[in-house]
């Protein structure tokens, strides 16, 4: 017999397995050592917005039965070495799920990455922290798994499609990701788990006959009368298959300029610029657990969003948190020679004694009138210069230019910078030197607003660390609507973060499939 429950427990009843039998049972009107009674929770989620901290479950309880596994999707992936082809450009959520969904159609993926396996790819990442060397090819966002790999491993997304969501969710679970991801509100796998599950994702592709080409780089699209039908490698060979998805991610820059060489029909995107944020993470705990000390034993590190509308030059723009990364840290996410960029990361445990967050304002075309002679690239180009200022004013290597919160409102530069966790270390800068000002004056504005919101946020005990410019494409690879086709290219299929159509590795790996699947059934042999 089963029993469904919704309750509002305490942190410890919520997080502790025995003591949440127990309240189970007592909910039950059944003793606490009831023989042969299984709970579980189906769904939780935390509400800190009262004095008291509520964790919200759903749960059900099983008396003289056992539970079945939570997933409701059992991925089954045929045999398809022998069969047509498809050609997948990014080893990144949008690529590999497109690799798997095509499996489950009866088509082969040829997956092909320009960056190194994901073991291969950690030597990379240790060079640019502890050397600042950075390979163009494998780095924090180039490489399999993409830069979903070494993030924090949300799996939350503003996507209305919960049955997509849920297949995504159940398929990372049967690849080892753990069942807790279908039970929080705001799930995350962490860094330090996430190789591990890419790796099995790969096993799969392989398994099933597909085929993956790391350190493979893609140089040339095979078009003829607006048709593409392969592509070339960094070698010369030509890869052909009934169409090609681009899932190449937000920072290949080259895929860009390739394709507006080619003149490919793509166009400038609006997208948003700005830094990383680092509070001690027993502060925000403290704000937003409403805790004394610290939030103690029971209740995950704490998160935060924010956002504030703001007026300069006549013009509104948001200013809004990005990625925060509880308990996490920060690193250098540059993908050339010459930038430097930061982005977040958190492992499973989120136990880190930093927050950090992307905080950063919207950028419109319309704000950057001087880079309208590149076209289609212009945001680009803007991206490009700040990073690469970024760079010059940190030392010329991976050193970030950084400053002190109430300091850069104040316009001083900081006499000194906090303990961090970036680990190639901080540059003590005015960030208006790295800034342009339609960005740093709105988030100047919008820091003291948040620290009304969040007493305590806006404080000299934090600093902001530049820049955070990767947060989503410049450039928009257009499709249509119902085909996802491109409206030029025949046969090409912009897909995921770099294209313009994600945000995430969920909406990625949704947007994905949904490519393979549209592919396919225009073009496979029926």
Same mark, same amino acid.
């Given at each position: 017999?089963?029993?469904?429950?919704?309750?509002?427990?305490?942190?410890?009843?919520?997080?502790?397995?025995?003591?949440?039998?127990?309240?189970?049972?007592?909910?039950?009107?059944?003793?606490?050592?009831?023989?042969?009674?299984?709970? *579980?929770?189906? /769904? !939780?989620?935390?509400? %800190?917005?009262?004095?008291?901290? $509520? #964790? @919200?479950?759903?749960?059900?309880?099983?008396?003289?039965?056992?539970?079945?596994?939570?997933?409701?999707?059992?991925?089954?992936?045929?045999?398809?070495?022998?069969?047509?082809?498809?050609?997948?450009?990014?080893?990144?959520?949008?690529?590999?799920?497109?690799?798997?969904?095509?499996?489950?159609?009866?088509?082969?993926?040829?997956?092909?990455?320009?960056?190194?396996?994901? *073991?291969?790819? /950690? !030597?990379?990442?240790? %060079?640019?922290?502890?050397?600042? $060397? #950075? @390979?163009?090819?494998?780095?924090?966002?180039?490489?399999?798994?993409?830069?979903?790999?070494?993030?924090?491993?949300?799996?939350?997304?503003?996507?209305?499609?919960?049955?997509?969501?849920?297949?995504?969710?159940?398929?990372?679970?049967?690849?080892?990701?753990?069942?807790?991801?279908?039970?929080?509100?705001?799930?995350?796998?962490?860094?330090?788990?996430?190789?591990?599950?890419?790796?099995?994702? !790969?096993?799969?592709?392989?398994?099933?006959?597909?085929? $993956?080409?790391?350190?493979?780089?893609?140089?040339?699209?095979?078009?003829?009368?607006?048709?593409?039908?392969?592509?070339?490698?960094?070698?010369?060979?030509?890869?052909?298959?009934?169409?090609?998805?681009?899932?190449?991610?937000?920072?290949?820059?080259?895929?860009?300029?390739?394709?507006?060489?080619?003149?490919?029909?793509?166009?400038?995107?609006?997208?948003?610029?700005?830094?990383?944020?680092?509070?001690?993470?027993?502060?925000?705990?403290?704000?937003?657990?409403?805790?004394?000390?610290?939030?103690?034993?029971?209740?995950?590190?704490?998160?935060?969003?924010?956002?504030?509308?703001?007026?300069?030059?006549?013009?509104?723009?948001?200013?809004?948190?990005?990625?925060?990364?509880?308990?996490?840290?920060?690193?250098?996410?540059?993908?050339?020679?010459?930038?430097?960029?930061?982005?977040?990361?958190?492992?499973?445990?989120?136990?880190?004694?930093?927050?950090?967050?992307?905080?950063?304002?919207?950028?419109?075309?319309?704000?950057?009138?001087?880079?309208?002679?590149?076209?289609?690239?212009?945001?680009?180009?803007?991206?490009?210069?700040?990073?690469?200022?970024?760079?010059?004013?940190?030392?010329?290597?991976?050193?970030?230019?950084?400053?002190?919160?109430?300091?850069?409102?104040?316009?001083?530069?900081?006499?000194?910078?906090?303990?961090?966790?970036?680990?190639?270390?901080?540059?003590?800068?005015?960030?208006?030197?790295?800034?342009?000002?339609?960005?740093?004056?709105?988030?100047?504005?919008?820091?003291?607003?948040?620290?009304?919101?969040?007493?305590?946020?806006?404080?000299?005990?934090?600093?902001?660390?530049?820049?955070?410019?990767?947060?989503?494409?410049?450039?928009?690879?257009?499709?249509?609507?119902?085909?996802?086709?491109?409206?030029?290219?025949?046969?090409?299929?912009?897909?995921?973060?770099?294209?313009?159509?994600?945000?995430?590795?969920?909406?990625?790996?949704?947007?994905?499939?949904?490519?393979?699947?549209?592919?396919?059934?225009?073009?496979?042999?029926?």
């Amino acid at each position: 017999m089963k029993k469904e429950f919704s309750l509002k427990l305490s942190p410890e009843e919520a997080y502790d397995p025995e003591l949440f039998q127990q309240t189970l049972l007592k909910r039950a009107g059944l003793a606490s050592d009831f023989p042969q009674a299984f709970a *579980r929770q189906t /769904r !939780r989620s935390i509400d %800190a917005r009262g004095r008291k901290v $509520i #964790v @919200n479950v759903e749960a059900e309880l099983f008396i003289h039965e056992k539970p079945g596994s939570l997933l409701d999707h059992s991925p089954d992936y045929p045999f398809v070495g022998n069969a047509e082809a498809l050609i997948i450009v990014g080893a990144g959520p949008a690529g590999m799920f497109a690799a798997l969904r095509a499996i489950e159609l009866g088509i082969k993926p040829i997956l092909i990455e320009r960056g190194k396996d994901v *073991r291969a790819r /950690r !030597r990379d990442l240790a %060079a640019i922290n502890k050397e600042g $060397i #950075v @390979n163009p090819d494998s780095n924090y966002c180039f490489g399999e798994g993409g830069a979903g790999t070494y993030s924090d491993g949300k799996l939350y997304t503003r996507s209305k499609k919960r049955g997509d969501i849920r297949r995504i969710m159940e398929i990372l679970v049967a690849h080892g990701a753990t069942e807790e991801i279908l039970v929080d509100a705001h799930p995350h796998i962490g860094t330090n788990k996430l190789p591990v599950l890419v790796a099995k994702l !790969r096993e799969s592709i392989l398994e099933a006959g597909g085929e $993956i080409h790391f350190e493979t780089r893609v140089e040339d699209l095979i078009i003829k009368e607006d048709e593409i039908n392969g592509v070339v490698t960094q070698a010369g060979d030509q890869i052909h298959g009934i169409g090609v998805i681009l899932a190449t991610g937000h920072s290949a820059r080259d895929i860009f300029q390739l394709l507006d060489r080619k003149k490919v029909f793509i166009e400038a995107k609006p997208f948003a610029l700005g830094v990383r944020i680092e509070h001690a993470q027993n502060l925000i705990d403290r704000i937003q657990y409403h805790c004394e000390v610290d939030r103690g034993p029971y209740l995950p590190a704490s998160s935060y969003s924010l956002v504030h509308q703001t007026q300069f030059q006549g013009k509104q723009r948001g200013v809004f948190s990005f990625c925060m990364c509880p308990g996490g840290f920060i690193v250098p996410a540059a993908t050339a020679p010459g930038e430097l960029v930061v982005n977040g990361m958190s492992p499973s445990r989120r136990d880190s004694r930093f927050a950090n967050s992307g905080m950063v304002v919207s950028v419109e075309l319309e704000d950057l009138p001087q880079y309208r002679k590149y076209g289609a690239l212009a945001a680009m180009h803007f991206q490009a210069e700040i990073e690469q200022k970024a760079w010059q004013l940190g030392g010329k290597t991976q050193t970030a230019p950084a400053q002190r919160m109430v300091d850069f409102v104040k316009k001083r530069v900081s006499t000194s910078l906090l303990d961090t966790s970036y680990q190639p270390g901080l540059n003590s800068v005015e960030m208006r030197e790295v800034l342009p000002p339609f960005i740093a004056e709105r988030m100047a504005m919008a820091f003291t607003v948040f620290g009304q919101k969040m007493k305590g946020y806006f404080t000299n005990e934090a600093q902001i660390i530049g820049v955070e410019s990767r947060t989503s494409s410049p450039v928009r690879i257009p499709r249509d609507r119902e085909t996802f086709e491109h409206p030029q290219i025949k046969r090409l299929y912009p897909c995921g973060e770099g294209a313009g159509y994600a945000g995430g590795i969920v909406s990625a790996a949704m947007d994905g499939e949904r490519c393979a699947e549209k592919l396919i059934e225009a073009y496979a042999k029926k």
